[in-house]
């Protein structure tokens, strides 16, 4: 197969908390000396895609803010296109707070004057956030989450919870699902990051550590698929698996084998 495209997960692909994953050098290198247009796509919402480029410039990788989208840009893209005047309450980072501020989104810290609540990864996230996100929902008209992930990996191999665990503690209380989840595998994501890519799906493929995001994000899109075993999915893991990847590769560094053809 001749790929022209590769859409590229961070958290647990290239990177666990603040070190790079090993062989992610080596399999970015080899996209690149491909030929590749590389896109990093990450559910990970705290960071803009600049302060993404900063975090891999630190970690040796030279990496333009505009090849990387994440799923705090993707939910600042959404809220400014359909939101823009509305009242919008937050549960989540200071990240993804200044990306809202960048999109001249209008904020609320009154939850009772919510129209859109937002819940998101945050690390302070406390009971009075789950309380004020309880408020929130009582009026709010519209519910949104920036993305599906309920646990993340770092470092240590161990896996932490993510913003899908705030969003569905937020909702559980209020009895009440989100009207949307971007990030992966969302269209609104997808379809950012296509238009982005520029290329066919089928000439492009995707690969990350997450069968529920990653793996159903490419397959959406009718693009190969390859999941990598140095983030949040273990060997232990593959027999269950759904949906399943074309390939299976223990770290990015394997990725040459999928171009090749030789897995």
């Not at 062989?23 to 590749?36: I, Q, S, V």
Request: hydrophobic fraction near 40%; aromatic fraction near 6%; proline fraction near 5%.
């Amino acid at each position: 197969m001749d790929y022209r495209g590769a859409l590229v997960d961070l958290d647990g692909t290239v990177y666990r908390g603040g070190e790079l994953v090993p062989g992610a050098l080596d399999g970015l290198d080899t996209l690149r000396e491909r030929g590749l247009d590389v896109l990093f796509v990450t559910n990970n919402p705290t960071r803009s895609p600049a302060a993404y480029a900063d975090r891999l410039a630190a970690l040796g990788l030279d990496v333009a803010p505009d090849r990387i989208l994440s799923a705090g840009a993707v939910t600042a893209t959404y809220l400014a296109e359909n939101h823009a005047e509305d009242r919008v309450f937050v549960i989540g980072s200071d990240g993804l707070r200044a990306q809202f501020r960048e999109r001249d989104l209008h904020m609320t810290e009154d939850p009772e004057r919510a129209d859109v609540v937002v819940t998101s990864h945050d690390f302070g996230f406390d009971y009075d956030d789950l309380t004020a996100g309880l408020w929130a929902l009582r009026e709010a008209e519209t519910f949104v989450g920036t993305d599906p992930d309920l646990t993340y990996p770092d470092a240590d191999g161990r896996d932490f919870p993510g913003s899908g665990a705030i969003t569905r503690a937020v909702g559980g209380v209020a009895r009440r699902e989100p009207d949307h989840v971007f990030g992966k595998p969302s269209l609104e994501t997808l379809d950012l990051a296509l238009a982005r890519i520029d290329h066919a799906p089928s000439e492009c493929f995707v690969v990350g550590d997450r069968p529920d995001t990653d793996v159903a994000f490419g397959e959406r899109a009718g693009m190969t698929t390859a999941l990598v075993l140095s983030g949040s999915t273990r060997e232990s893991d593959l027999g269950a698996l759904s949906p399943r990847p074309d390939y299976v590769l223990d770290d990015l560094s394997d990725v040459e084998q999928v171009l090749d053809g030789t897995v």
